[in-house]
Nanobody
Framework: QVQLVESGGGLVQAGGSLRLSCAAS????????MGWLRQVPGKEREFVAA????????YYADSVKGRFTISRDNAKNTVYLQMNSLKPEDTAVYYC????????????????WGQGTLVTVSS
């Protein structure tokens, strides 16, 4: 069973930047697409970004395109989310997730996710 541990959340002013990290256990990290989702209390969890097993393909929600960058280091079993030009509406708990496929597509099934890390953007 893969374990995912997020870090890097915190409080930042609007316009600032944060980099989230997600460390994964196990030997199969490089075989699957990874992603980030976020959730605001009282709202549904929403897709933020995903990256294919090799890192060669990335996907973003329209709301973060051009501001967020997802990347991965398979040698370190780690996936990152660089968040720039943060807005108050980016405030949420961010979850790292592993998909059941090698290349992400809309509707890909999630196999595992972490406990989440809170990002708060003040105006």
């Amino acid at each position: 069973q893969v374990q995912l541990v997020e870090s890097g959340g915190g409080l930042v002013q609007a316009g600032g930047s944060l980099r989230l990290s997600c460390a994964a256990s196990g030997r199969t990290f490089s075989m699957y697409a990874m992603g980030w989702l976020r959730q605001v209390p009282g709202k549904e969890r929403e897709f933020v970004a995903a990256i294919s097993w090799s890192g060669g393909s990335t996907y973003y929600a329209d709301s973060v395109k051009g501001r967020f960058t997802i990347s991965r280091d398979n040698a370190k079993n780690t996936v990152y989310l660089q968040m720039n030009s943060l807005k108050p509406e980016d405030t949420a708990v961010y979850y790292c997730a592993r998909y059941s496929v090698r290349v992400y597509y809309t509707g890909s099934a999630l196999e595992a996710w972490g406990q989440g890390t809170l990002v708060t953007v003040s105006s």
